[in-house]
T-cell receptor, first 115, second 111 residues
Framework: SQQGEEDPQALSIQEGENATMNCSYK?????LQWYRQNSGRGLVHLIL?????REKHSGRLRVTLDTSKKSSSLLITASRAADTASYFC???????????????FGKGTLLTVNP | NAGVTQTPKFRVLKTGQSMTLLCAQD?????MYWYRQDPGMGLRLIHY???????AKGEVPDGYNVSRLKKQNFLLGLESAAPSQTSVYFC??????????FGPGTRLTVL
């Protein structure tokens, strides 16, 4: 099954710096999503980018998608201590008449932002 | 609007016991999902449902059963718990694919 793999597994930066996380996947996708998980909590959706899009912004987040390289990156600018969390990419396996839609999650990048 | 809720939040079982985890959503979503999350493994899909009365197997369905009798509820059952089922279980829902909304999780320990 197609699966996103995040890189790096862990990232530690200082407040105010930018954080970049990468995701690679194996097969063609319908869309790619990024989620955040604070320790011990459920996942929260951050952003969705479709296969025909190359870049998307949401506040301090910037996501790029390169379908030729089967990769995506998530950039968090001007990071804050509150951004400390695990970040997961998830690939959507297509939309077959609305009857079959699943996501496959990677193992995540643990981001620590030091104050 | 509570979103996605899960009951219980914590549970400790002995090997061989059974239990049911309840997921409820008040967003009128068609799709619902059960995942398990283990250290270093990310989230793995156990079962999912694309509508009331329908269920389908995910990546790791063995040892689990599910039911979707009402659109707003998705139940995950463990008939005979094993230590390998010690995990954190997350329920999620989505309108019709796309963004998934997650519950807070159930932390299950099987002794």
């Amino acid at each position: 099954s197609q699966q996103g793999e995040e890189d790096p597994q862990a990232l530690s930066i200082q407040e105010g710096e930018n954080a970049t996380m990468n995701c690679s996947y194996k097969t063609s996708i319908n869309n790619l999503q990024w989620y955040r998980q604070n320790s011990g909590r459920g996942l929260v959706h951050l952003i969705l980018i479709r296969s025909n899009e190359r870049e998307k912004h949401s506040g301090r987040l910037r996501v790029t998608l390169d379908t030729s390289k089967k990769s995506s990156s998530l950039l968090i600018t001007a990071s804050r201590a509150a951004d400390t969390a695990s970040y997961f990419c998830a690939t959507g396996d297509g939309y077959s008449g609305g009857s079959n839609y699943k996501l496959t999650f990677g193992k995540g990048t643990l981001l620590t932002v030091n104050p | 609007n509570a979103g996605v809720t899960q009951t219980p939040k914590f549970r400790v079982l002995k090997t061989g016991q059974s239990m049911t985890l309840l997921c409820a959503q008040d967003m009128n979503h068609e799709y619902m999902y059960w995942y398990r999350q283990d250290p270093g493994m990310g989230l793995r899909l156990i079962h999912y449902s694309v509508g009331e009365g329908t269920t389908a197997k995910g990546e790791v369905p063995d040892g689990y059963n599910v039911s979707r009798l009402k659109k707003q509820n998705f139940l995950l059952g463990l008939e005979s718990a094993a230590p390998s089922q010690t995990s954190v279980y997350f329920c999620a829902s989505s309108l019709k694919g796309g963004t998934q909304y997650f519950g807070p999780g159930t932390r299950l320990t099987v002794l």
